[in-house]
């Protein structure tokens, strides 16, 4: 079983920037897929950033060139800096983990379905 627990968000004024980690116990990070995405009230999760056991990033066209999604296996640890915030990236950020072989039949890695793992979230409000 994987325990994962969101940390870093907050209020920022549009153009600000935060970083959130996500931080896994009771299993190895290096051998999970990883993924951030988020939930606005009313909206369907989306898939934000991921990243694959060889540390390869694939971001939602919405957040490339502003968001940056990292992983510390040694420390179990998952991050996604956020610059350049805007009043659209407010919402709930859930980081998510997945074993590899959930995504083998071609899954993409922003799609919620494949991941078995989830954290409880971390708000993110971005006011204009």
């Known amino acids: 079983q994987v325990q994962l627990v969101e940390s870093g968000g907050g209020s920022v004024p549009s153009g600000g920037s935060l970083k959130l980690s996500c931080t896994g116990s009771?299993?190895?990070?290096?051998?999970?897929?990883l993924g951030w995405f988020r939930q606005s009230p009313g909206a369907e999760r989306e898939g934000v950033a991921a990243?694959?056991?060889?540390?390869?990033?694939t971001y939602a066209d919405s957040v490339k060139g502003r968001f940056t999604i990292s992983r510390d296996n040694a420390k179990n640890t998952l991050y996604l800096q956020m610059d350049s915030l805007g009043p659209e990236d407010t919402g709930m950020y859930f980081c998510?983990?997945?074993?590899?072989?959930?995504?083998?039949?071609?899954?993409?890695?922003?799609?919620?379905?494949?991941?078995?793992?989830w954290g409880q979230g971390t708000q993110v409000t971005v006011s204009s």
């Open positions: 990243i694959d056991l060889k540390g390869a990033a």
């Open positions: 998510a983990a997945s074993v590899y072989v959930r995504f083998r039949h071609g899954a993409s890695y922003l799609d919620s379905a494949p991941y078995t793992y």
């Open positions: 009771q299993y190895k990070y290096d051998t999970l897929i």
